[in-house]
Structures are given as C-alpha cells and as structure tokens.
C-alpha cells in the first residue's frame, strides 16, 4: 500500500497567514494527489485534485503543488472559514488511502 | 437535487453484521464508480472499498478485505455494503462517496453525509 505522511499534523495560524501543508508518499503516486478539507460535524470536499488542479468553486487562495513523492497544499491568506483540517488522498495505486490529517488552528 | 444517503447503521455487537444502503438521486449513478470511505470518532479518514460502475472491478482495504462486501443496483440507484465479522475498530460513520476522474485522476468529488455504525458489546 501507498502511505501518505502529513506535516504538520496540527497548526496553529492567524488570519492573512501564508500556510503550507506537506504530503510525502512512500512511492511515487505521479500527480495522482488530491486534497480535502474537513470542518468539525461536516462530511469532506475537494480542495485540489490532481495535485494542482483548483476543484471548481474553490477560492483561488488555495492551491497546490508537486508529484511524484512530495505534494504540498498552501493558503495564500488565511480567511476565518478555513480553520478546519486538512487530508491528502492518493488515487494512484488500486488502493487508495489517506494522510492521517493536518488540524489547522487559530491562533 | 444531487446527493447521497446512507442508511442502515447502527449499534451490532462484536461478531455481528450490518448491511448498509446509499441512495444516489439527481445523477446518472450508472455512470460513475463508487467508494465507501470510514471515520472512526475523531480520527481522520480512511477509504474502506471501491466498485466500478458495471462492478467489473472491486477492492477492498486490507482492514475489511474478507469480511466487507460492496455491492451495487444501478436499477435502483444503490450502493451497498455488507459488513460481517465486525469488531470494535470498525466503529465510525461510514460515507458513500462518488468518484470523479478529471485528467485521469480520480478524485472524491460527492459525499454523503454518513451513517454511524456503532460496534460495541
């Protein structure tokens, strides 16, 4: 199985911060990366799939980076709505899996 | 409207099964490939099976492999999932989840809003 590794796991930021969120996989997974964001009692939604495609309806504040082993997922400028945690997702291999999550906190 | 609805958790004790369903509606389900994806209680998130959209293919986690069954009627616009042998650690809310593939990449694009299975004794 392909194991994806966030860091950091917890961040604490303030509004108007820049924020970058790593995903490290332990083989390359091409551009076959995907990112979710997840508010506290609500179900997931795409952020960016493809490593760096912005999911439509998405603020252009987000964006992504990377493939092959090292992806990363950056806020231009932290809004209040976007406190929330943060998965990578690879869809590369027949089995997929998840990054264990990155809680983004306010400071 | 587009949306998907689980159903079917519950309290089982250890041991026990419990089939969930997943209503799809306002889409051509037929057309898609379709995932279960778990969330312990305040843990993050881990994909569980997968099943195409004519069920030619099938996979399974390596934590349910053997024991979890994915099934699908595109007749009645379901998704199904039969869990037997359940143990403690399978206790999260379980999501049906739609999969889109845009450049070739395949990603979670409709979720629903869960259904709690509860494994406890």
């Known amino acids: 199985d392909t194991q994806l590794t966030q860091s950091p796991s917890s961040l604490s930021a303030s509004v108007g911060d820049r924020v970058t969120i790593t995903c490290r996989a332990s083989?390359?997974?091409?551009?076959?990366l995907n990112w979710y964001q997840q508010k506290p009692g609500k179900v997931p939604q795409v952020l960016i799939y493809?490593?760096?495609r912005l999911q439509s309806g998405v603020p252009s504040r987000f964006s992504g980076s990377g493939s092959g082993t090292e992806f990363t997922l950056t806020i231009s400028s932290l809004e209040p709505e976007d406190f929330a945690t943060y998965y990578c997702?690879?869809?590369?291999?027949?089995?997929?899996?998840f990054g264990q999550g990155t809680k983004l906190e306010i400071k | 409207e587009v949306q998907l609805v689980e159903s079917g958790g519950g309290l089982v004790k250890p041991g026990g099964s419990l089939r969930l369903s997943c209503a799809a509606s306002?889409?051509?389900?037929?057309?898609?490939?379709m995932n279960w994806v778990r969330q312990a209680p305040g843990k993050g998130l881990e994909w569980v099976s997968y099943?195409?959209?004519?069920?030619?293919?099938?996979y399974y986690a390596d934590s349910v492999r053997g024991r979890f069954t994915i099934s699908r009627d595109n007749a009645k616009n379901s998704l199904y999932l039969q869990m037997n042998s359940l143990r403690a650690e399978d206790t999260a809310v379980y999501y049906c989840?739609?999969?889109?593939?845009?450049?070739?990449?395949?990603?979670?694009?409709?979720w629903g809003r869960g259904t709690l299975v509860t494994v406890s004794s």
């Open positions: 306002g889409f051509s389900f037929s057309s898609y490939s």
């Open positions: 989840v739609r999969e889109v593939v845009l450049l070739a990449a395949p990603d979670f694009d409709l």
């Open positions: 493809a490593a760096s």
């Open positions: 099943i195409t959209s004519s069920s030619s293919y099938i």
């Open positions: 997702q690879q869809s590369y291999s027949t089995l997929y899996t």
């Open positions: 083989q390359s997974i091409k551009n076959f």
